[in-house]
C-alpha cells in the first residue's frame, strides 16, 4: 500500500473516544477498531481517572463515518511481572481493550501485524488531535466583552470542544526498539520510540506500518530538559507506543 492507501484504511477503522459522566465530558482519546465485531484497543490511560482506576461514566466512541457506540472494558487493568526486582514489579501496562456494548458486525478494522517491527520501520500514526482548531476564524468572530458571546464560547469549551477534534496523520519512521519479554505467558513485545510526536488527544491512536497492519499503540509523547532561561520540559519531537502483542494476546479470550 502507499500511504494514501494506508490513511483510507485507518480513517474506517479509526475511532473518537468520549469519556463523559452524563452531560460532562471528562476526557478523550483515540482507539483502533481490531476486530470485525467492533472491539476496540486504546491506550489504558484514555479511560483512566487520575487516582480513581476506570472511569465509571459513559464511554462512546465514534468513527468518521459512524454513530456513537458505547462501549465498555473488556480488559480491567493489565498488570505483569517482568524481570525486575520483586518490589518494582508488578508493572502496568498502558494499554487496554474496549467492547461494545451491543454486539456488532462486519465492521472494518485494522489487522494486526504478527511480528515486531524493525528499526527504520515505515509507520503512519492516527489519532484525533487538539492542535487542530475549529476551521476559519470562529474563535476571533467571538467578542470577550459580549456578555452573551462569552456565555456562547463557554458552552463551547465546556460541551463541544472534545467533538470537534479533528482526525490528524503522521508519517514517521521507528528510530528504537526496546524489547519487553513476559516469561509467564510467553509473550514478546516492546516499546517502539517514533521520530514524531503524538497530539494530545491521540493518545490510544493505532500506529501502522506500510503494509496496513497494526503494530501498536501510541501512548505518550517523550519530553527533553531545557536549562535556560529556566529548566523547564519540552515535547522532544518523539513518541512512544506500545506494541500490541502485550496485550492481544487476551484477545481470545474476550
Not at 465530558?25 to 491506550?43: K, M, N, P, Q
Not at 465509571?56 to 457506540?69: D, R
Not at 500514526?125 to 482548531?133: A, K, L, N, Q, T
Amino acid at each position: 500500500m502507499n500511504k494514501i492507501e494506508v490513511c483510507e484504511k485507518i480513517k474506517k477503522s479509526i475511532r473518537h473516544i468520549i469519556i463523559q459522566d452524563q452531560s460532562k465530558i471528562l476526557s478523550c482519546g483515540t482507539g483502533a477498531v481490531i476486530r470485525a465485531d467492533g472491539i476496540l484497543i486504546t491506550a489504558r490511560h484514555v479511560i483512566e481517572e487520575e487516582g480513581h482506576g476506570v472511569y465509571n461514566g459513559k464511554i462512546t466512541a465514534k468513527g468518521i463515518q459512524t454513530e456513537l457506540i458505547e462501549y465498555i472494558p473488556a480488559v480491567e487493568g493489565l498488570e505483569i511481572n517482568i524481570n525486575l526486582p520483586e518490589y518494582i514489579n508488578p508493572i502496568s501496562i498502558d494499554l487496554t481493550i474496549l467492547k461494545p456494548v451491543k454486539p456488532l458486525k462486519n465492521i472494518d478494522f485494522i489487522p494486526l501485524c504478527d511480528d515486531l517491527a524493525q528499526v527504520g520501520t515505515d509507520v503512519i500514526m492516527g489519532g484525533f488531535s487538539d492542535d487542530i482548531s475549529l476551521p476559519l476564524d470562529i474563535f476571533e468572530k467571538f467578542n470577550e466583552k459580549n456578555p452573551e458571546m462569552v456565555k456562547v464560547k463557554k458552552a463551547i469549551d465546556k460541551r463541544f470542544k472534545y467533538y470537534f477534534r479533528q482526525l490528524m496523520f503522521k508519517h514517521a519512521i521507528i528510530g528504537n526498539i526496546q524489547k519487553i519479554t513476559f516469561t509467564e505467558m510467553d509473550v514478546v513485545g516492546a516499546n517502539y520510540w517514533i521520530d514524531n510526536n503524538l497530539t494530545y488527544g491521540g493518545s490510544g491512536g493505532p500506529l501502522v506500518n506500510l503494509n496496513g497492519e497494526l503494530l501498536g499503540v501510541m501512548c505518550k509523547k517523550a519530553f527533553t530538559e531545557s536549562k535556560m532561561p529556566v529548566p523547564e520540559k519540552l515535547p522532544s519531537g518523539t513518541g512512544m507506543a506500545l506494541s500490541h502483542h502485550l496485550i492481544s494476546w487476551l484477545l481470545s479470550k474476550i
